[in-house]
């Protein structure tokens, strides 16, 4: 008889697409999706050990089910990722009815380790140290039927000191550029138009095989497959982009005016103190030639806020940088201690009240330039991919929603007959801080929405797989 069994994902997009892998393995041995609302026999936690809320969510959830667990034994609960990686020892400690928790490098373990914890009716507990093969190997369950991710590289040789994932995932290992576009010609195949490449730092893809260019010449590769609209990337560090990525996004028609390149700080001293590797005008720098080379282009950023040691003086530098860089979006972050990091041992750790009432101002003075970014694009037109998750009709507003090239949300009235995997040029006529609205002038039929006509992805959660329900 097939169980059911649910995924609830946190972190990264490198942790979803590993979600997508686990949801795959599941279905491989049987089992499936649990339906919305009801309790699935099989709960997987894959988890983030990068911020505090992460274990907290965890933690939390692993209490929600404990009295579930209790009355019916028989449902199993599974907790891999980052945090078992780190926390191996502890979730069994604080959970003893988890029965199995496993690694960032042997999520192909996990229906065999199921399997062994029932018969045995015992705990089980499997972490490797170093990966043995590619997770672009393993079975998939993908939520979307034209969009997809590939990864290129796992690992990071980086040293960040507030970041303990290059602890957990390992030194960064190379797929060979054959194999990412052979499983990119296999997705644009099935229809997939829009792959997002995936590292924990793309642009330094090519170092295990001592090729610096390596990344720029994957980017213009990638424009000579067949089928794929849309490539796109996350994440960069600045201190390996290189002209020649500028050029290949600049030159390779499929690759999107978009980056997304963390900052984390807008503070000289507090990047060293993190161990970044760049500075501050050489972050600039880098904006300014791919603006010149892309002048459509839009970037968004990652800020850490009340980094151990961070002055006024240096929060007041962040604050111009952002007003600098004009970026569309900045994902900001409260700083927290992550045990096992050289930040979470430094002196001058920023009294918490600090941090929140920076974060408050950061993140305001952000909502005012994002604002401002997207009001320059009212009376221009974008093209819009219309999206499973994104593109649902809103009924009251009678409007449909996608993304435009450069990574924007956008709002456009319903009275087409588009559907997701289409793409929609649209005259933009309002703006907000998050998202731009406008009116369809033209619907263009893709193979991706023929694709989603054929064979639409489960409906709800980010990955088509409900989520715990915590209230």
């Known amino acids: 008889m097939s169980r059911t069994y649910l995924v609830e994902t946190y972190g990264c997009q490198m942790n979803?697409?590993?979600?997508?892998?686990?949801?795959?393995?599941?279905?491989?041995?049987?089992?499936?999706?649990?339906?919305?609302?009801?309790?699935?026999?099989?709960?997987?936690?894959?988890?983030?050990?990068?911020?505090?809320?992460?274990?907290?969510?965890?933690?939390?959830?692993?209490?929600?089910?404990?009295?579930?667990?209790?009355?019916?034994?028989?449902?199993?609960?599974?907790?891999?990722?980052?945090?078992?990686?780190?926390?191996?020892?502890?979730?069994?400690?604080?959970?003893?009815?988890?029965?199995?928790?496993?690694?960032?490098?042997n999520v192909g373990s996990l229906p065999l380790l199921l399997e062994r914890a029932r018969i045995e009716e015992e705990s089980q507990i499997e972490i490797l140290e170093s990966l043995e093969h590619f997770p672009s190997t393993l079975p998939a369950r993908r939520f979307s039927a034209f969009t997809s991710w590939v990864s290129i590289s796992v690992g990071c040789n980086n040293t960040c000191t507030f970041c303990i994932?290059?602890?957990?995932?390992?030194?960064?290992?190379?797929?060979?550029?054959?194999?990412?576009?052979?499983?990119?010609?296999?997705?644009?195949?099935?229809?997939?138009?829009?792959?997002?490449?995936?590292g924990q730092n793309v642009n330094a893809y090519g170092v295990e095989f001592g090729d610096r260019g390596a990344f720029a010449k994957l980017l213009r590769d990638a424009g000579k497959i067949q089928g794929l609209e849309r490539v796109r990337f996350m994440s960069p560090h600045p201190r390996d982009f290189t002209d020649d990525v500028i050029e290949a996004m600049a030159q390779?028609?499929?690759?999107?005016?978009?980056?997304?390149?963390?900052?984390?700080?807008?503070?000289?001293?507090?990047?060293?103190?993190?161990?970044?590797?760049?500075?501050?005008?050489?972050?600039?720098?880098?904006?300014?030639?791919?603006?010149?080379?892309?002048?459509?282009?839009?970037?968004?950023?990652?800020?850490?806020?009340?980094?151990?040691?961070?002055?006024?003086?240096?929060f007041q530098g962040t604050l111009d940088i952002t007003t600098q860089a004009r970026?569309?979006?900045?994902?900001?972050?409260?700083?927290?201690?992550?045990?096992?990091?050289?930040?979470?041992?430094?002196?001058?750790?920023?009294?918490?009240?600090?941090?929140?009432?920076?974060?408050?101002?950061?993140?305001?003075?952000?909502?005012?330039?994002?604002?401002?970014?997207?009001?320059?694009?009212?009376?221009?037109?974008?093209?819009?991919?219309?999206?499973?998750?994104?593109?649902?009709?809103?009924?009251?507003?009678?409007?449909?929603?996608?993304?435009?090239?450069?990574?924007?949300?956008?709002?456009?009235?319903?009275?087409?007959?588009a559907r997701p995997g289409d793409f929609v040029d649209v005259h933009i006529t309002e703006a907000s801080a998050h998202y731009l609205i406008g009116s369809a002038v033209s619907v263009m039929r893709t193979r991706g929405g023929d694709a989603h006509a054929a064979k639409s992805a489960p409906a709800s959660t980010s990955l088509g797989i409900p989520k715990v329900r915590t209230s």
């Open 165 to 198: 994932v290059p602890a957990l995932r390992g030194v960064e290992k190379d797929r060979a550029a054959s194999d990412v576009l052979k499983e990119m010609q296999m997705l644009a195949d099935q229809g997939v138009i829009e792959i997002t490449l995936l």
């Open 252 to 314: 390779t028609e499929n690759v999107m005016p978009h980056l997304h390149m963390p900052l984390q700080s807008g503070s000289d001293s507090i990047l060293q103190s993190m161990r970044r590797s760049y500075r501050t005008d050489k972050y600039l720098g880098i904006l300014e030639r791919v603006r010149a080379a892309i002048p459509q282009a839009m970037i968004t950023t990652d800020i850490i806020v009340g980094f151990p040691g961070e002055s006024e003086e240096d």
């Open 16 to 105: 979803v697409h590993d979600s997508e892998r686990i949801a795959g393995l599941l279905d491989e041995a049987g089992h499936i999706p649990v339906i919305p609302g009801e309790q699935a026999d099989i709960v997987v936690f894959n988890t983030c050990a990068v911020r505090e809320n992460a274990d907290n969510k965890l933690y939390g959830n692993l209490s929600f089910l404990a009295p579930i667990k209790k009355k019916n034994p028989a449902m199993q609960i599974a907790v891999g990722g980052c945090l078992a990686q780190k926390d191996q020892s502890i979730i069994l400690k604080k959970a003893p009815y988890v029965d199995v928790v496993f690694g960032t490098h």
């Open 327 to 417: 970026f569309a979006a900045a994902y900001t972050y409260k700083y927290s201690i992550r045990p096992g990091t050289p930040a979470g041992v430094m002196p001058n750790q920023v009294p918490q009240e600090i941090v929140a009432e920076r974060y408050t101002r950061l993140h305001e003075h952000q909502q005012k330039i994002s604002l401002s970014v997207n009001e320059e694009s009212i009376g221009s037109t974008h093209r819009v991919m219309v999206s499973e998750v994104e593109g649902r009709r809103d009924e009251s507003r009678s409007r449909m929603t996608g993304k435009s090239e450069d990574f924007r949300l956008v709002h456009f009235d319903a009275d087409t007959d």
